[in-house]
């Protein structure tokens, strides 16, 4: 018992940084609290059974991630969200399918033969579609397929990433993604005509894409043994004030799939993620009952969005992901309104229920001083930067690199 109370006098007396593992430092949020890796911590906050501080989950345009690893002296994407607290990572396959073609305006090819090119704005830029191979056929011939990626180093991949005490994730916010995504490729009107009048070249499409991401998820929980902790996924329900379709298109041509997604996935022992964009209150009890368990990225574009509302109405069946507004808190508030936005959230997860971030990428115009109140008021950002970040290697070029399921 001795023993115990000087090593329980010890670690009380520690300052609020420490460092559990070569990667990491750990931030405590008060005297009593006791260190949690990343995945404990997220781990306990979706269980809702508490954490030392709120899970963090970042999320930043390339000219973002560039400004905040300038303003640190980083060399990597992976510095960066070791220094903002970001408590995810993710593993992927390795793409060993057809070449992916470029073109000579610039352009390139995705996955089901569209086309994307940058539009330059004012301090950034963007990928938008360029041509729209489905915008017009009425047959379907070869489409992407699961085995154009390389599954074999998922776990290897895993077990490095579990050695560091972060949260495991797989897929992205444009993995099965029916309306956005074929909208890419075939134009968002006929897209919403498509699902008014049941177009069998668009469900033909759409069941094509559920397919190659069920088969893609599913051979990547399978390798990983275990070892992934949530599979994400995305779905653009929501316009900035209603949702996109009714209730009875999402009965008859989203709920299916999705619960059967959603089934496989528990059948592995993982979690669902599903990114949604704009308001979709209307479907988040429904997805919870089809098996949604955290819904990303929580956009509040008006009343019925505000996280205190949906945590009250939905707060007791779903994990909420994000939340501080992209489109006016970070972008035009200031950082006292910015940390006082974090701070209602602090009062209202006590134990969990939320893993806090942005409600889409921080975009470009957002001040350095808004994204670091964030972070700073979370807890989960690393104010004195040691050698030990500056000694993580990774990918310099990763920062730039476009996912072809994600495009931001």
Same mark, same amino acid.
């Given at each position: 018992m001795k023993v115990f109370s000087f090593i329980h006098s010890l670690i009380l007396s520690l300052p609020t940084h420490i460092s559990t593992s070569p990667l990491r430092v750990i931030?405590?949020?008060?005297?009593?609290?006791? !260190?949690?890796?990343?995945?404990?911590?997220?781990?306990?906050?979706?269980m809702k059974k508490g954490y030392d501080r709120i899970p963090v989950k970042h999320e930043g345009t390339p000219e973002i991630n560039h400004m905040l690893m300038d303003y640190f002296g980083l060399k990597n994407l992976d510095q960066l969200l070791c220094v903002l607290g970001d408590d995810f990572r993710y593993v992927e396959p390795v $793409?060993? =399918?057809?070449?992916?073609?470029?073109?000579?305006?610039?352009? !390139?090819?995705? $996955?089901?033969? &569209?086309?994307y090119k940058y539009a330059h704005f004012e301090g950034g830029k963007y990928? &938008?579609?360029? !041509?729209?191979? !489905?915008?017009?056929i009425h047959s379907i011939e070869q489409l992407a397929s699961a085995d154009w990626f390389d599954y074999s180093s998922i776990k290897s991949q895993c077990e490095k990433i579990t050695e560091n005490g972060y949260a495991i994730c797989f897929g992205t916010a444009g993995d099965m993604d029916f309306i956005n995504s074929i909208a890419r490729a075939r134009g968002t009107e006929q897209v919403l005509i498509d699902l008014i009048?049941?177009?069998?070249? $668009?469900?033909?499409i759409m069941e094509a894409r559920f397919k190659f991401y069920f088969e893609m998820h599913e051979r990547a929980l399978r390798v990983a043994d275990g070892l992934i902790d949530f599979m994400h996924i995305g779905e653009d329900l929501g316009t900035q004030s209603a949702q996109v379709i009714d209730n009875s298109i999402f009965e008859k041509h989203f709920a299916p799939k999705f619960k059967k997604y959603f089934d496989m996935v528990h059948s592995y022992g993982a979690r669902t993620m599903m990114?949604? /964009?704009? /308001?979709?209150?209307?479907?988040?009890?429904?997805?919870?009952?089809?098996?949604?368990?955290?819904?990303?990225?929580?956009q509040p574009t008006n009343k019925e969005m505000d996280i205190a509302v949906l945590n009250?109405?939905?707060?007791?069946?779903?994990?909420? /992901?994000?939340?501080?507004c992209v489109q006016s808190t970070l972008a035009f508030g200031t950082s006292s309104e910015v940390e006082?936005?974090?701070?209602?959230?602090?009062? @209202?997860?006590?134990?969990? =229920? @939320?893993? @806090? +971030?942005?409600?889409?990428?921080?975009?470009? +115009?957002?001040?350095? &001083?808004?994204?670091?109140?964030?972070?700073?008021?979370?807890?989960?950002?690393?104010?004195?930067?040691?050698?030990?970040i500056f000694l993580i290697m990774g990918n310099e070029d990763k920062v730039d690199q476009v996912n072809m399921s994600k495009l931001f």
């Open positions: 931030r405590s949020n008060s005297r009593n609290s006791y !260190f949690m890796t990343s995945r404990e911590r997220v781990i306990n906050s979706f $793409y060993i =399918g057809p070449e992916l073609r470029t073109f000579p305006d610039g352009s !390139f090819e995705g $996955y089901w033969g &569209e086309r990928l &938008e579609p360029s !041509f729209l191979p !489905f915008a017009d009048t049941d177009d069998p070249v $668009y469900l033909e990114h949604m /964009c704009g /308001c979709v209150k209307a479907f988040l009890s429904r997805l919870a009952e089809l098996g949604l368990d955290v819904y990303d990225v929580v009250n109405e939905v707060g007791e069946v779903l994990t909420f /992901c994000g939340s501080i006082q936005e974090v701070r209602r959230r602090l009062k @209202l997860f006590p134990k969990g =229920g @939320l893993f @806090l +971030g942005p409600s889409h990428a921080i975009q470009v +115009g957002s001040p350095l &001083e808004n994204i670091l109140a964030l972070y700073r008021t979370a807890g989960s950002l690393m104010e004195k930067i040691d050698d030990s």
